[in-house]
T-cell receptor, first 114, second 112 residues
């Protein structure tokens, strides 16, 4: 089945800096890669997603890049703000016999210091 | 429009007890799923459903049962609770595969 590795596990930045979180996946048939933000006591919320026919997608301060050859994708947050502090998860959907099942990375705790 | 609603929010059980975690969505989504979240392990898929009457196993299905009699509801049953099932459980729904999933706020379950 699909395996998703996420790094780093914790990330601390100063307000205004950029933050980058990286994920690798194992199933070359995977074709959908969402990113979720989870605040304390809440369920994950989708912040951006990308499909395998696109190399990059941007939404204001958030961007995601996908390298299908290397099987990795990254989340980029620019001009970070204290309210960006949360746990971030990457995910990938499996192909083949596990089609459509979402596999999550282990999560990154992002702390933005004012 | 409530989205995905999970009940209860907190529950403490004794080993061997059974219980049902409720999940309801009002978005007419076909796809629903259950995950458990444990420290350092992200979210792991327990069971999922692609529509009423259709369910399938995820990555960690042992000890859990599901059924989907309506589009709106997708309950998760613990047959005989074990301490290893202490976790936070999340229900999610989406219009179909490979579409953004909407999560509930979770049920925090402790088994003594």
């Amino acid at each position: 089945g699909e395996n998703v590795e996420q790094h780093p596990s914790t990330l601390s930045v100063q307000e205004g800096d950029s933050a980058v979180i990286k994920c690798t996946y194992s199933d070359s048939a995977s074709n959908y890669f969402p990113w979720y933000k989870q605040e304390l006591g809440k369920g994950p919320q989708l912040i951006i997603d990308i499909r395998s026919n696109v190399g990059e997608k941007k939404d204001q301060r958030i961007a995601v890049t996908l390298n299908k050859t290397a099987k990795h994708f990254s989340l980029h947050i620019t001009e970070t703000q204290p309210e960006d502090s949360a746990v971030y998860f990457c995910a990938a959907t499996a192909g083949g016999t596990s089609y459509g099942k979402l596999t999550f990375g282990q999560g990154t705790i992002l702390t933005v210091h004012p | 429009n409530a989205g995905v609603t999970q009940t209860p929010k907190f529950q403490v059980l004794k080993t061997g007890q059974s219980m049902t975690l409720q999940c309801a969505q009002d978005m007419n989504h076909e796809y629903m799923s259950w995950y458990r979240q444990d420290p350092g392990m992200g979210l792991r898929l327990i069971h999922y459903s692609v529509g009423a009457g259709i369910t399938d196993q995820g990555e960690v299905p042992n000890g859990y049962n599901v059924s989907r009699s309506t589009t709106e509801d997708f309950p998760l049953r613990l047959l005989s609770a074990a301490p290893s099932q202490t976790s936070v459980y999340f229900c999610a729904s989406s219009p179909s595969f490979n579409q953004p999933q909407h999560f509930g706020d979770g049920t925090r379950l402790s088994i003594l």
